[in-house]
Each structure stands twice: as structure tokens, then as C-alpha cells.
């Protein structure tokens, strides 16, 4: 490249240095109070020589030489290298070191310096662009001369083989553009476009290759830009033709997409790829690499040959490089090669502090001063990009001063009230420029201010809103917050009292929420919160002075309702049938991680109460199953086996974050199954499980029935047994001759004990309620008895009791 830099080459293009005068062109050219602001732009092509005029500052910006002079006017990049001088003799801007666009900028177009030219007494700023145009002075380059690719004999016809791909540093038609294959029998060259918009090439097959006629061919691409006069680079490509490997390995993903922090350490984990190859044996056996890369972009990373698993080999940063794109190639040990892309996003971390300078600075100002007094001119950068770079310049908003943004990265400090000397004679300001990174980085620089004159005076609040947080379910008439404001004034005049503005809050007026006391500037609640109804009451209150007329201000009050945990987590997946089997399936080959299903649950409350947490309760095998405590992913933890039950169990146990904490739990069915047949076959067993339940269900009832109907049985067969005997007894007493019963044979008595066996009939009736009734008797079953010779004296004293209880009219035999 040195000699492609020679004085002759620069030569050529010395007549682009006459066209910079009709190239500059002015941007923005604006006015504002004590300076003007305004943009210029030229465009110079790199390499010019040290001296070479870039633009007519002077005449562009329609400034006077003079005040060039006068006002000190200097430039102001904030880089380590000045590419640029201001000549302010002249008014010219010159070329005071050499620059390279390659160098500079890289791939990225266009390409241009951004600097500043800053005037004093009165301030002035104005920005200067100026776009490096881009030369022919590169030559596309390999980063290998000599390429070797090993491809079986048995290669199908459309084989590619993909070709490292060429770097020219040029851009646009200076840079690569075509590829171009030497004459050959075998194979052509197709071209492609990477999403950034460099080119590679592919090898592509078009003959049968036949290792015994050709062991080795010898092919060299070219790779030519769009430059004049143009220039190229060759690469030789040696193709040694082995026996026959009839598959390639195959990516499982034709592109991969990773994501990695900046400053990640060595070794951290990115992504895996992964690819096969249907051949056994050595030719089967894959091997992973990077495939030649632009830059040094491989060394950024390592890949595990065997694994494909992708690590940090080297120190990211998101500032130099947002997005790598690589190219991995899976090899078999037959010399058959696969490509896949892939695609790693470096997420930026908020690592760079903005860094404050101070460009001009008045340190004394008149208490007169209108608004809008230019006070100083301040710079902010931050090396950081997006939202990490994205810089919020701020000052106390208690001051009467404000930042205003000017150019890009430039702050005005302008006064924002008039000023009183007699309140405030000096001001420390503290400016504050803070990115919005996570966590927010900031720094700040105090500049100090003398004020010199006046004010009226109105009550002011010692704050400019007023934030308070109260718990909801808070007791009617809890304090809430206290406002306060302070009046300059004496006596009467400085005797403030508070009020509630008429504002409405949901419709509703805000004394239906809360209530102030006039005197303290406390404010109450007037009844309790509930916070899934109302999270916050944003209200004005009025400190009003006892001056004639009276003078008033006003202040915002933001009250946050905070949250208790008063709600319970609910599951919204999965969802609990009650009449159906519903289970995940998780196939045998599941590896390692595989995720089975997520468990999903929301809390209506809010903050920690709402931060749900998973945790596996019960499992019928937790060796094969976690659950992620954050996300309720369930997954596996170790390879599935031919061992493992098809049918899973696991319960999940959610629960909140609040205190107490509330939790729920949810039944998770997993089948292990590498088929919807094998799993209805076992999940139709959980069927019949339920089935059997609820069949065993029904014939415990049914048999407490049974058992239930034959002792109610037993029991009225007893209580009639009885009865019928009483029933003998008092026809035995009626009779006047001793007798002997006479059993038919259908009332025959085998289970009379005693001198005297009796056997009664009653006729029972019993209502719905026969357990409170009363048991009525019918006549005896049978009259026919024989006479015998009295002999038993106990016989007929019983028979003469029993007769005197049946012959009572109002006494029933009561069943228990």
C-alpha cells in the first residue's frame, strides 16, 4: 500500500483541490441573542497535502478578517489529532495533517470531520463539516494467496465451496466489485452480497469430478474494484480430489443470531452451532472453524472444533464495533465442507462518564439583565452510543436559570427569571449532565455567579411539586404530606394560609380525597385508598399571603398510592380442566435444558408484591425436571431415558413477593413420549385411573346404602318380633283356660326363649319422619291357641303387666 501512496499517484488527483471552492457549501446560517450559530460544510478528497486550503471560512461565514482576530477565533474538535488549521490572517482553513479516509473512517460512509470555530466578545459558534471523498488508492487483497480446498470425487454437481472473500479498503466504486475465475473445466464462480454490502464468492461444481484423471486442479479468483485505473488482487485455490465422501456436513440453521455485552470476559458463552452428516465413520466426523473473516474479526472469537460452541476470545467494544458477522464452517474428515452464517449483536454498556467543558463563561451579570442572558457556553460527549450516549444536561430547577440546547453536544446557560440581588447576591450552579444508560452515569462542574438588584414578593414553596407516597387501606384522616412556603414579606403580608384548588381528580373534586389544614399546610386523607382503584392524586394548593390585595402561588402535589400485597397470584397457564387429561410432551431425545412448557401467573398488585417466583413443589421424578424461579420455565435437567415414566407429574408452587407473601399453586401433566400413540395409551390409563376412582366412589356409597337399608331391616323385624309377643300375651290373658299357642305353619317360632315362646304379627306404618312417630299396632296375626293346664305362675304375672301397658289408650311403644 506504500507504494500506491507515491507522490505520481497523488499527482492524478491534485486537480480535486481546485474543485473545494464550488464543493463548500453553507448548511446553517442563523442569529441569536449575543452570538450567531451557524453550519458550513465543504467536501475535500484525502491525501491532499499538508497546506492544501480546504474552504474560505471567513467569506462563507460572512465574517470580517478583523474578527477573526478580535474575537480569538479558534477551533475546537475534542479529538487527539487536528486534521484542520483556521488561518485567521486569512480567513482560510487549511489542511494541517494527512488525511486518510481508510484510516479515518473505515467502511463507513460518508465520511467527514465535525469541528467547531468559536468566537468571543461577542460569543459566536459555528460548526464546521467537511466530507473526505475517497480515491482509488487501495488494492483489493486476499488475506491468504493460497487457498486449499480437499472434495471428495463423488461431490454432487452444484457443490459449492465458498472462497475467502477479498478486503479493499476504497468504498463505493473504488471498492471491490467483482470476482472473476480463471478458465477451467470444472467449475464456475456465483457471486453474493452480504447484508453490509460486501461481496463474497462460491465455487460452484458443474462436471463430476474423477480423482483418477485429476488428483488436484489448480483454480485462481480475482478479485477487481471499480476504480480508475483499476486494480485487483489474485488468490490460488488448490482443489485436491479425494476419494469418495458422498454428504457434506449440514448446518441445523442457515443463519445463527447471538447477543454479547460489551467488555464480556474471555471465555463467556455466546452461542453453539450445530450441523451433521449423514456419512459414518471419519467421513462423518465434523469439525468446526471460522472461516476467513474481514479484519480481525475471528480473533474477537473462539469456536470449539468439536462442540461448535462459540466464546469471547477477546475484549469487545461496542464502540468500535456494534455487529460481527461470521462465517463457520463445519468439515467433515472427507474434506466435504457446510457454511452457515452467524450473526453476533454486541449490546453496549453503559461504561464512558460524560465529559463537561466549559467553552465561555461570564462569571458576573446585571440583576437586570432581560431574559434569556447568554451565561455560558457549555460542551457535553459522551464516548458511549444510542441510548447510553443520549446526555440530559440539567440544573437545580430551584435556580432562576435553565440549559438550553444549541448545536449538537452544545448547552447554552440562559437566565430563566429575573434576577434580585437583594434576595440572592450569588449563585453556585452545579450542572449536571447524566447519560440514560442503566445505571446512569454522570458529572458535573459548579460555576459561580454574582448577581447585583430587586423582587416582589409572593409566598414560595420550598419545593417547586411535592411528591408523597402512602400505603393503600391507610386509616380515614392519615396524614399525608406537609407543604410549606415561606414569604419575604413582614406582619400581615407574611401570614400565609392554605388551600385546595378546585381541580378534579377522576371527575371527582379533590376535597373528596383529601383535605388541608390552613394553618400547617398538612394534608389528610379524607377516606382510605384502595390502590387497584387509584394510584395516584395529582393536586394544586394554594399558599395565599394576608396582604391586601392578597398575593398567591401554587404548587403540584403528586400523591402515590402504594401497594399492598391483598391479592392473590393467578395462574393463567396451564389452565385447569377439570373432565380432561391435558399434558405437555417432552420426546425421549430431549436434551439436556429442553424446554417443556412455562408455567404463566400474574399478580393485580403491583412492585414486589406482582414479582412472581416458581418453584417445583412435588415431581414424580425431580431429578428430570426444574423449574426457572424467575420465568417458570420448566425444563429438563439431565438427558431423557428410555427409563423414565411416561407419565409426569409436577405441581408448581407461585408465589409473591409481598409481606406476607400470597401464593397459588398449578398441576403440570408431562408425558415422555416420542409419539402421540404411546402417550394416548398411557394417558388413557390416567383415565381409567379416574375412572376407577369414581367407579370405587360409587360402590362405597352404594354399599353404605346396603348396609344402611339391612340394618333398618333387622331393626323393624326385631320391634315387630316384640310386638307380636306382647300381641300373644294379652290374648293369653283374655282367655279364662290356660293355654297353649297354636303356631300355623307360616308363623311357626324357632327363635322363642323361655317357658312360654310367643310369637306376635303387628302391622307397622311409619311416615317420611318415622323417627319422631309413633308406632301403631294392628291385630294379631292369628287367634288359634289350644287349652292347657295352668302351671307357671311368672308366665302370667308377665303376660298380666303386658296387658295392663297394651290396655293403656294413650301409651305408645316408641322405636328408637
Same mark, same amino acid.
Given at each position: 500500500?506504500?507504494?500506491?501512496?507515491?507522490?505520481?499517484?497523488?499527482?492524478?488527483?491534485?486537480?480535486?483541490?481546485?474543485?473545494?471552492?464550488?464543493?463548500?457549501?453553507?448548511?446553517?446560517?442563523?442569529?441569536?441573542?449575543?452570538?450567531?450559530?451557524?453550519?458550513?460544510?465543504?467536501?475535500?478528497?484525502?491525501?491532499?497535502?499538508?497546506?492544501?486550503?480546504?474552504?474560505?471560512?471567513?467569506?462563507?461565514?460572512?465574517?470580517?478578517?478583523?474578527?477573526?482576530?478580535?474575537?480569538?477565533?479558534?477551533?475546537?474538535?475534542?479529538?487527539?489529532?487536528?486534521?484542520?488549521?483556521?488561518?485567521?490572517?486569512?480567513?482560510?482553513?487549511?489542511?494541517?495533517?494527512?488525511?486518510?479516509?481508510?484510516?479515518?473512517?473505515?467502511?463507513?460512509?460518508?465520511?467527514?470531520?465535525?469541528?467547531?470555530?468559536?468566537?468571543?466578545?461577542?460569543?459566536?459558534?459555528?460548526?464546521?463539516?467537511?466530507?473526505?471523498?475517497?480515491?482509488?488508492?487501495?488494492?483489493?487483497?486476499?488475506?491468504?494467496?493460497?487457498?486449499?480446498?480437499?472434495?471428495?470425487?463423488?461431490?454432487?454437481?452444484?457443490?459449492?465451496?465458498?472462497?475467502?472473500?477479498?478486503?479493499?479498503?476504497?468504498?463505493?466504486?473504488?471498492?471491490?466489485?467483482?470476482?472473476?475465475?480463471?478458465?477451467?473445466?470444472?467449475?464456475?464462480?456465483?457471486?453474493?452480497?452480504?447484508?453490509?454490502?460486501?461481496?463474497?464468492?462460491?465455487?460452484?461444481?458443474?462436471?463430476?469430478?474423477?480423482?483418477?484423471?485429476?488428483?488436484?486442479?489448480?483454480?485462481?479468483?480475482?478479485?477487481?474494484?471499480?476504480?480508475?485505473?483499476?486494480?485487483?488482487?489474485?488468490?490460488?485455490?488448490?482443489?485436491?480430489?479425494?476419494?469418495?465422501?458422498?454428504?457434506?456436513?449440514?448446518?441445523?440453521?442457515?443463519?445463527?443470531?447471538?447477543?454479547?455485552?460489551?467488555?464480556?470476559?474471555?471465555?463467556?458463552?455466546?452461542?453453539?452451532?450445530?450441523?451433521?452428516?449423514?456419512?459414518?465413520?471419519?467421513?462423518?466426523?465434523?469439525?468446526?472453524?471460522?472461516?476467513?473473516?474481514?479484519?480481525?474479526?475471528?480473533?474477537?472469537?473462539?469456536?470449539?472444533?468439536?462442540?461448535?460452541?462459540?466464546?469471547?476470545?477477546?475484549?469487545? @467494544?461496542? !464502540?468500535?464495533?456494534?455487529? #460481527?458477522?461470521?462465517? =463457520?464452517? %463445519?468439515? $467433515?474428515? &472427507?474434506?466435504?465442507?457446510?457454511? +452457515?452464517?452467524?450473526?453476533?449483536?454486541?449490546?453496549?454498556?453503559?461504561?464512558?462518564?460524560?465529559?463537561?467543558?466549559?467553552?465561555?463563561?461570564?462569571?458576573?451579570?446585571?440583576?437586570?439583565?432581560?431574559?434569556?442572558?447568554?451565561?455560558?457556553?457549555?460542551?457535553?460527549?459522551?464516548?458511549?452510543?444510542?441510548?447510553?450516549?443520549?446526555?440530559?444536561?440539567?440544573?437545580?430547577?430551584?435556580?432562576?436559570?435553565?440549559?438550553?440546547?444549541?448545536?449538537?453536544?452544545?448547552?447554552?446557560?440562559?437566565?430563566?427569571?429575573?434576577? @434580585?440581588? !437583594?434576595?440572592?447576591?450569588? #449563585?453556585?450552579?452545579? =450542572?449536571? %449532565?447524566? $447519560?440514560? &444508560?442503566?445505571?446512569?452515569?454522570? +458529572?458535573?462542574?459548579?460555576?459561580?455567579?454574582?448577581?447585583?438588584?430587586?423582587?416582589?414578593?409572593?409566598?414560595?414553596?420550598?419545593?417547586?411539586?411535592?411528591?408523597?407516597?402512602?400505603?393503600?387501606?391507610?386509616?380515614?384522616?392519615?396524614?399525608?404530606?406537609?407543604?410549606?412556603?415561606?414569604?419575604?414579606?413582614?406582619?400581615?403580608?407574611?401570614?400565609?394560609?392554605?388551600?385546595?384548588?378546585?381541580?378534579?381528580?377522576?371527575?371527582?373534586?379533590?376535597?373528596?380525597?383529601?383535605?388541608?389544614?390552613?394553618?400547617?399546610?398538612?394534608?389528610?386523607?379524607?377516606?382510605?385508598?384502595?390502590?387497584?382503584?387509584?394510584?395516584?392524586?395529582?393536586?394544586?394548593?394554594?399558599?395565599?399571603?394576608?396582604?391586601?390585595?392578597?398575593?398567591?402561588?401554587?404548587?403540584?402535589?403528586?400523591?402515590?398510592?402504594?401497594?399492598?400485597?391483598?391479592?392473590?397470584?393467578?395462574?393463567?397457564?396451564?389452565?385447569?380442566?377439570?373432565?380432561?387429561?391435558?399434558?405437555?410432551?417432552?420426546?425421549?431425545?430431549?436434551?439436556?435444558?429442553?424446554?417443556?412448557?412455562?408455567?404463566?401467573?400474574?399478580?393485580?398488585?403491583?412492585?414486589?408484591?406482582?414479582?412472581?417466583?416458581?418453584?417445583?413443589?412435588?415431581?414424580?421424578?425431580?431429578?428430570?425436571?426444574?423449574?426457572?424461579?424467575?420465568?417458570?420455565?420448566?425444563?429438563?435437567?439431565?438427558?431423557?431415558?428410555?427409563?423414565?415414566?411416561?407419565?409426569?407429574?409436577?405441581?408448581?408452587?407461585?408465589?409473591?413477593?409481598?409481606?406476607?407473601?400470597?401464593?397459588?399453586?398449578?398441576?403440570?401433566?408431562?408425558?415422555?413420549?416420542?409419539?402421540?400413540?404411546?402417550?394416548?395409551?398411557?394417558?388413557?390409563?390416567?383415565?381409567?385411573?379416574?375412572?376407577?376412582?369414581?367407579?370405587?366412589?360409587?360402590?362405597?356409597?352404594?354399599?353404605?346404602?346396603?348396609?344402611?337399608?339391612?340394618?333398618?331391616?333387622?331393626?323393624?323385624?326385631?320391634?315387630?318380633?316384640?310386638?307380636?309377643?306382647?300381641?300373644?300375651?294379652?290374648?293369653?290373658?283374655?282367655?279364662?283356660?290356660?293355654?297353649?299357642?297354636?303356631?300355623?305353619?307360616?308363623?311357626?317360632?324357632?327363635?322363642?326363649?323361655?317357658?312360654?315362646?310367643?310369637?306376635?304379627?303387628?302391622?307397622?306404618?311409619?311416615?317420611?319422619?318415622?323417627?319422631?312417630?309413633?308406632?301403631?299396632?294392628?291385630?294379631?296375626?292369628?287367634?288359634?291357641?289350644?287349652?292347657?293346664?295352668?302351671?307357671?305362675?311368672?308366665?302370667?304375672?308377665?303376660?298380666?303387666?303386658?296387658?295392663?301397658?297394651?290396655?293403656?289408650?294413650?301409651?305408645?311403644?316408641?322405636?328408637?
Amino acid at each position: 500500500m506504500a507504494s500506491d501512496r507515491s507522490f505520481p499517484r497523488r499527482e492524478r488527483w491534485r486537480w480535486f483541490c481546485g474543485l473545494q471552492w464550488r464543493l463548500g457549501l453553507v448548511i446553517i446560517m442563523t442569529c441569536a441573542a449575543h452570538g450567531v450559530d451557524a453550519q458550513i460544510q465543504y467536501s475535500v478528497p484525502e491525501e491532499m497535502k499538508k497546506g492544501s486550503v480546504i474552504g474560505n471560512v471567513a467569506q462563507d461565514l460572512a465574517l470580517d478578517v478583523k474578527r477573526l482576530r478580535s474575537g480569538r477565533a479558534r477551533i475546537v474538535t475534542g479529538e487527539n489529532i487536528q486534521y484542520a488549521e483556521l488561518r485567521t490572517d486569512k480567513g482560510l482553513l487549511v489542511v494541517s495533517e494527512r488525511i486518510d479516509r481508510e484510516q479515518l473512517c473505515g467502511d463507513v460512509t460518508p465520511c467527514s470531520l465535525s469541528f467547531e470555530i468559536i468566537l468571543e466578545n461577542p460569543i459566536e459558534l459555528h460548526r464546521v463539516t467537511v466530507e473526505i471523498l475517497d480515491i482509488n488508492d487501495n488494492t483489493p487483497f486476499f488475506p491468504n494467496k493460497d487457498i486449499m480446498f480437499e472434495t471428495s470425487e463423488s461431490a454432487a454437481i452444484g457443490a459449492k465451496f465458498p472462497v475467502e472473500s477479498a478486503f479493499d479498503p476504497d468504498v463505493g466504486l473504488n471498492g471491490l466489485q467483482n470476482y472473476i475465475l480463471s478458465p477451467n473445466n470444472y467449475f464456475i464462480l456465483k457471486q453474493h452480497a452480504n447484508p453490509d454490502g460486501s461481496k463474497y464468492a462460491e465455487l460452484v461444481l458443474q462436471k463430476p469430478l474423477d480423482r483418477e484423471g485429476h488428483p488436484s486442479l489448480l483454480l485462481k479468483v480475482i478479485a477487481v474494484d471499480g476504480g480508475t485505473p483499476q486494480r485487483s488482487g489474485t488468490v490460488n485455490i488448490n482443489m485436491f480430489i479425494l476419494d469418495a465422501n458422498d454428504n457434506a456436513p449440514v448446518f441445523n440453521q442457515t443463519l445463527y443470531r447471538a447477543a454479547v455485552v460489551e467488555n464480556a470476559l474471555k471465555g463467556t458463552y455466546i452461542t453453539s452451532v450445530n450441523a451433521s452428516d449423514a456419512d459414518i465413520g471419519s467421513n462423518g466426523e465434523i469439525l468446526f472453524s471460522f472461516a476467513k473473516n474481514k479484519g480481525s474479526t475471528v480473533n474477537m472469537f473462539n469456536i470449539d472444533e468439536n462442540t461448535g460452541v462459540i466464546s469471547v476470545a477477546d475484549i469487545i @467494544d461496542y !464502540e468500535k464495533e456494534k455487529k #460481527y458477522e461470521l462465517r =463457520v464452517e %463445519a468439515r $467433515d474428515r &472427507g474434506g466435504l465442507t457446510g457454511t +452457515s452464517k452467524v450473526i453476533i449483536d454486541v449490546n453496549d454498556v453503559n461504561d464512558n462518564v460524560p465529559v463537561i467543558t466549559i467553552m465561555s463563561f461570564s462569571n458576573t451579570v446585571s440583576e437586570d439583565a432581560p431574559l434569556g442572558t447568554t451565561i455560558a457556553v457549555i460542551n457535553v460527549k459522551d464516548a458511549d452510543s444510542e441510548k447510553n450516549g443520549q446526555i440530559r444536561c440539567s440544573i437545580d430547577n430551584k435556580l432562576p436559570f435553565k440549559i438550553q440546547s444549541s448545536l449538537t453536544n452544545y448547552y447554552n446557560l440562559v437566565s430563566d427569571k429575573h434576577l @434580585d440581588r !437583594e434576595v440572592t447576591h450569588e #449563585y453556585n450552579i452545579t =450542572v449536571t %449532565a447524566t $447519560d440514560s &444508560g442503566t445505571p446512569p452515569l454522570f +458529572s458535573f462542574v459548579t460555576l459561580q455567579l454574582r448577581i447585583l438588584d430587586v423582587n416582589d414578593n409572593c409566598p414560595v414553596f420550598d419545593k417547586s411539586s411535592y411528591s408523597a407516597y402512602i400505603m393503600e387501606n391507610n386509616l380515614q384522616g392519615a396524614s399525608i404530606i406537609a407543604v410549606s412556603a415561606q414569604d419575604s414579606d413582614w406582619n400581615q403580608n407574611a401570614r400565609i394560609s392554605y388551600f385546595l384548588e378546585d381541580t378534579q381528580i377522576s371527575g371527582s373534586p379533590a376535597s373528596r380525597y383529601v383535605s388541608i389544614n390552613s394553618d400547617t399546610g398538612v394534608l389528610h386523607a379524607v377516606h382510605s385508598f384502595d390502590y387497584e382503584q387509584i394510584k395516584e392524586v395529582q393536586l394544586n394548593v394554594k399558599a395565599q399571603d394576608g396582604g391586601s390585595p392578597p398575593l398567591s402561588s401554587n404548587v403540584t402535589v403528586k400523591i402515590v398510592i402504594q401497594d399492598q400485597n391483598d391479592n392473590t397470584p393467578q395462574v393463567l397457564y396451564p389452565v385447569q380442566t377439570g373432565g380432561s387429561v391435558v399434558a405437555e410432551m417432552v420426546p425421549r431425545s430431549a436434551d439436556v435444558g429442553y424446554l417443556v412448557t412455562k408455567v404463566v401467573a400474574v399478580d393485580v398488585d403491583s412492585g414486589q408484591n406482582a414479582w412472581l417466583s416458581y418453584k417445583l413443589q412435588k415431581a414424580t421424578d425431580r431429578a428430570l425436571f426444574e423449574v426457572g424461579l424467575q420465568n417458570g420455565e420448566i425444563r429438563t435437567i439431565r438427558q431423557v431415558t428410555d427409563k423414565d415414566a411416561v407419565k409426569q407429574r409436577l405441581t408448581v408452587f407461585v408465589e409473591d413477593n409481598g409481606q406476607p407473601s400470597r401464593s397459588a399453586t398449578v398441576i403440570v401433566n408431562v408425558a415422555v413420549a416420542d409419539s402421540y400413540p404411546e402417550v394416548l395409551s398411557e394417558f388413557t390409563d390416567f383415565t381409567h385411573d379416574k375412572e376407577y376412582n369414581d367407579n370405587l366412589t360409587f360402590y362405597l356409597v352404594l354399599a353404605l346404602a346396603v348396609v344402611s337399608f339391612l340394618f333398618i331391616t333387622c331393626l323393624v323385624v326385631i320391634i315387630s318380633v316384640k310386638i307380636y309377643r306382647w300381641r300373644q300375651s294379652r290374648v293369653l290373658y283374655h282367655s279364662s283356660l290356660p293355654v297353649i299357642p297354636y303356631y300355623p305353619p307360616r308363623y311357626s317360632d324357632t327363635l322363642g326363649t323361655g317357658t312360654l315362646p310367643h310369637v306376635y304379627n303387628y302391622e307397622v306404618c311409619r311416615t317420611t319422619d318415622s323417627r319422631k312417630s309413633e308406632c301403631k299396632f294392628g291385630t294379631a296375626g292369628s287367634q288359634n291357641v289350644l287349652i292347657i293346664d295352668p302351671s307357671s305362675t311368672g308366665t302370667m304375672q308377665r303376660i298380666q303387666s303386658e296387658k295392663n301397658i297394651l290396655d293403656e289408650p294413650d301409651s305408645p311403644l316408641e322405636v328408637s
